[in-house]
């Protein structure tokens, strides 16, 4: 959430950060909103310091054998009038409060112009794209074909875009989860925790799912949902916290499940577990101070990036432009992934940095070294990697002419020696 302080200096900054983001200017009807929200906080004020005022009168008054009638009444009217206005605050503030959580996070001055995916930038590639003397196939086929992955079943089940995995290939994907957080936690300094999956609506609210994107989630109760991802539990982790300055950053990775609706995205990707409802994914999370958050967002790319290389898949590095950055982030790095059967990159992992955006709806600070009072924390979040994407670009490049899948080295000990996937 924005800082109502900050738009009250700033208004033109503001409206010309909605409109990096394509977005109508907002500014003028927050301030005017925000200068009657106050006016009525004033005017409660006020007439809460004149009832004291009266009620001492009225206690003097009494005290010397006076009438304090006039006064009784006139408290009485005050208390009245004192209720209707905190009322009316209460929901003035809900309107503010309501208003400003649907404003997009401001992009960072580095962010590139653009309105669609087709404008992000590439920073960098990474590996050899594979070549193949035969047409190779997408992961669905060789899944198919190998017997070790099934739609229709899943289908009949549960609907479109869900899978049946079996034998070495749901081996294969609990492989990836397992080494992807020995190298998180074994070598980078990331916390492994193993949150619910199921979250108050509270906690997205906290790190903007809510009430911005309340049709991508799936709804369990009066006010719980199932996460879209496990940056929800982990970001708040530390909800409503003062942390000292030594403890920062706090790194901490999970894998989970996560449920998408994929509202919107009818007829995209249909084909394969590319977007599923329901799927895996190694989350990274950091919480830091606004000094270092920059260089924790490199790191943390940097953590993601070294798994995809491990793994011996070509992959490139692009910047999301102003359109294609999410609602909390201020700056994203996508990690797209060579895939041969769709003979193009396609997004394994985006690792954002949201600055204080999410740590002003979680109400959480630290107390700095050396300084009076405390500031936001600066929260950061990535995949390291999706489970589900992964396996599928493990598939696509280590397959061979007759359908037989090769074990990148770094898993075969995840694999228990087995070094390749067939149909025996």
Wanted: charged share 30%.
């Amino acid at each position: 959430m924005l800082d109502i302080k900050w738009i009250r200096e700033n208004p033109d900054a503001l409206d010309a950060a909605l409109a990096r983001r394509k977005a109508e200017p907002a500014a003028a009807a927050l301030l005017a909103l925000d200068a009657e929200h106050r006016a009525v906080q004033t005017e409660t004020q006020e007439l809460q310091a004149r009832r004291n005022e009266a009620a001492k009168a009225i206690g003097k008054a009494k005290s010397k054998g006076e009438d304090a009638d006039d006064l009784i009444r006139e408290v009485a009217e005050l208390k009245s009038t004192v209720q209707d206005l905190e009322v009316k605050e209460r929901e003035m503030h809900a309107e503010l409060e309501s208003g400003l959580s649907v404003l997009p996070n401001v992009l960072k001055d580095d962010v590139p112009a653009g309105a669609t995916e087709d404008e992000n930038i590439e920073i960098r590639s990474v590996g050899t794209i594979p070549e193949f003397t035969f047409t190779p196939k997408e992961h669905y086929q060789l899944g198919e074909d190998l017997g070790m992955m099934d739609f229709e079943t899943a289908a009949n089940m549960s609907g479109s875009r869900f899978v049946v995995t079996s034998g070495l290939i749901a081996r294969l994907e609990r492989a990836l989860a397992a080494f992807m957080l020995d190298v998180h936690t074994g070598e980078k300094g990331y916390l492994e925790v193993s949150p619910p999956v199921m979250v108050r609506d509270k906690a997205l609210y906290g790190t903007s799912q809510l009430p911005k994107f309340e049709e991508d989630l799936y709804r369990t109760g009066e006010d719980q949902y199932l996460i879209p991802t496990a940056e929800v539990p982990l970001t708040n982790l530390v909800r409503e916290s003062i942390l000292s300055e030594d403890e920062l950053p706090k790194r901490f990775t999970a894998h989970t499940l996560c449920f998408r609706s994929e509202a919107g995205s009818a007829g995209k990707d249909t084909a394969g577990m590319l977007r599923q409802h329901q799927f895996a994914k190694v989350e990274l999370v950091s919480i830091t101070t606004p000094e270092k958050s920059d260089e924790e967002h490199e790191r943390m790319t940097a953590c993601a990036e070294d798994i995809l290389q491990r793994l011996g898949l070509a992959y490139r590095v692009v910047v999301l432009c102003s359109g294609d950055t999410g609602f909390g982030a201020r700056k994203t790095y996508d990690l797209e992934a060579w895939l041969p059967g769709q003979q193009t990159y396609r997004e394994i992992s985006s690792c954002s940095t949201c600055g204080d955006f999410q740590a002003r709806r979680m109400k959480t600070r630290y107390r700095p070294e050396g300084e009076k009072g405390n500031r936001y924390v600066h929260t950061l979040n990535g995949s390291g990697l999706a489970v589900g994407r992964t396996l599928i670009a493990v598939m696509e490049n280590y397959q061979e002419e007759d359908g037989t899948i090769g074990i990148p080295e770094a898993l075969v000990p995840y694999m228990g020696g087995v070094e390749r996937i067939s149909k025996k």
